[in-house]
C-alpha cells in the first residue's frame, strides 16, 4: 500500500515501515562511526525499546558493545490495510539488522507494568541470556494498570497550585498562543506517580534480582528530564516532576537493594527531544523549537542517539559519571548551559506566529515530528507501494 502520514492533534495514526527502518539504520551507522568500547554491556534488557530514548539505547548496546538484547514495549502490529505503530516497525528493523549481524535480539510485546509481561521476561532471559548486566527503564506511558490492586492510574500533565499561563504553538499550524493550565486537584499527583514513578522500575528489579538473573556489578538506568525556569511549572515542578523526583529516589532504593551484587541503579538527566511524548506537553514544543535552533547554531544540538551513545561511552562506562548534587547522570549539560539558556529565554520573548519561522526552528521540529512514524526521511521514496505486514523476528 502508498502510506501517507494521517494527524489528529500531537498524534499520528499511520507510520511508514521503510521510512522507520531508514532511522533505524541511520542509528545503527552512527553507533559504529564510533570507537567500539569493550567494557560496554554484554546482555541488556530495554524496557520501552521501540522508541525514543530506549530504542536508541538497544541500538547503543547492540551495536557499542555486541550485546545481546531482549526488547519489551507496547506497539501496534498492522493488519491488513492498517499499518502498525512505529515502534512496531522500528523494532522489526532493528531485529532484522542485528540477526543478519549475528546478534541475539528477541522482543516481547505487551505491557510492562503486568505481572504478566515480567514473568514471561524473566523467563526468556533464564532460557536465553542465563542473566543481565544492565537493565534500561525507558516507559513513557499515560497510564498504569496496578498489577497487584487492577487499579487503574491515569498520569497528567498539570501545574501544581497555581494555573500557569504562558505561550505554546501548535507546531503543525506554526501558531503561537498564549495558554494557560489549570493547576492539577485530587489525586493527580499520586496517579501520577503511580505511573511515571519509580515503584513498577523497583518491581522488576526485585523480581530479577530475587531470581538470581542480575550479574554481579549489574546496572539500571531510568530517563528523567529537568528542564528549565520557561517549562518548570508545568513540568519540572508540575504533576510529572514529582514522578520524576519519585523515579530519582527510586534509584538510591535500588542501589541499597543491590549492595550484595555491587549493583548501581542510576538516573540519566536526558535532553529536551522531540519524541510521542513529549509532543504531548504544552509549553514544550515551543521551547523545543527554540532549543534546536540555538543548539545546531552552536553546533552542539543531539538526537536520542547521540545522547545515549555519549551517555554510555562518557559516563556510565567511562571513568566519571559526573554525577550532580543529587547523584543524578546529566547529558543534558549542553541543553542547561548558561549561554543556550540565555538565549533560548531572549529568543521566548520574541516568539510570535511572525517571527517564529525564522528565530526558531520550527520545520526542524516538524521534521523530527514527522521522523518519528517514518515519514519525511531522507531517502525514502513515499511513492513506492510498501507491504505493511511486517513481522518482528525476534518476537516471542
Ligand atoms: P517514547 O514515547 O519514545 O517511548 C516510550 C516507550 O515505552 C516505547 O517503547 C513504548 O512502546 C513503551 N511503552 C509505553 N507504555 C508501555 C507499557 N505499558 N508496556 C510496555 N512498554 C510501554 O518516549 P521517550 O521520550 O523515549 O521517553 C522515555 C523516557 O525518557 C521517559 O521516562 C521520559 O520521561 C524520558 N525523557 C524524555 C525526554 C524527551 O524530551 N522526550 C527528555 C528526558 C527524559
Ligand atoms: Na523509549
Known sequence: ???????????????????????????????????????????????????????????????????????????????????????????????????????????????????????????????????????????????RTHPDTGKRYKSVLKPI??????????????????????????????????????????MWIDLLKSENVLSKDFKTVAYSYIGPSLTEAVYRKGTIGKAKDHLEATAFKITDSLKDINGKGYVSVNKALV?????????????????????????????CIEQIERLFNERLYAEDLQLDDAGRIRVDDWEMRDDIQAKVLELWKDATTETLPNIGDLEGYKTDFFNLFGFNVEGVDYDKDVNEMVAIPGLQ
Not at 178 to 188: A, L
Not at 275 to 283: E, F, K, L, N, Y
Request: with cysteine.
Open 161 to 202: 497550585g497555581d494555573t500557569f499561563t504562558n505561550n505554546t504553538v501548535d507546531f503543525h499550524t506554526g501558531v503561537v498562543k498564549e495558554i494557560s493550565i489549570e493547576p492539577c486537584s485530587g489525586d493527580d499527583i499520586d496517579n501520577t506517580i503511580a505511573v511515571m514513578g519509580g515503584e513498577d522500575w523497583q
Open 275 to 303: 519524541t510521542q511524548a513529549s509532543s504531548a506537553i504544552p509549553v514544550i514544543p515551543l521551547y523545543i523549537s527554540l532549543l534546536y535552533k540555538v543548539m545546531k547554531e552552536e553546533g552542539i544540538h543531539e538526537g
Open 1 to 143: 500500500m502508498i502510506i501517507e502520514p494521517k494527524t489528529r492533534g500531537f498524534i499520528c495514526l499511520t507510520s511508514h515501515p521503510t521510512g522507520c527502518e531508514k532511522n533505524v539504520l541511520n542509528q545503527i551507522d552512527y553507533i559504529k562511526s564510533k570507537p567500539s568500547t569493550t567494557n560496554g554491556p554484554k546482555k541488556v534488557l530495554v524496557i520501552g525499546a521501540s522508541t525514543g530514548f530506549g530504542l536508541a539505547s538497544r541500538i547503543t548496546s547492540a551495536y557499542g558493545s555486541e550485546a545481546s538484547t531482549i526488547g519489551v514495549f507496547f506497539e501496534k502490529p498492522p493488519s491488513e490495510g492498517r499499518p502498525a505503530s512505529p515502534g512496531w516497525y522500528n523494532s522489526a528493523a532493528f531485529e532484522t539488522q542485528a540477526h543478519k549481524d549475528g546478534l541475539y535480539a528477541k522482543s516481547i510485546n505487551g505491557d510492562a507494568f503486568s505481572h504478566d509481561i515480567k514473568a514471561q521476561t524473566l523467563q526468556l532471559i533464564k532460557e536465553d541470556l542465563g542473566e543481565i548486566d544492565m537493565l534500561i527503564y525507558s516507559l513513557a506511558s499515560p497510564v
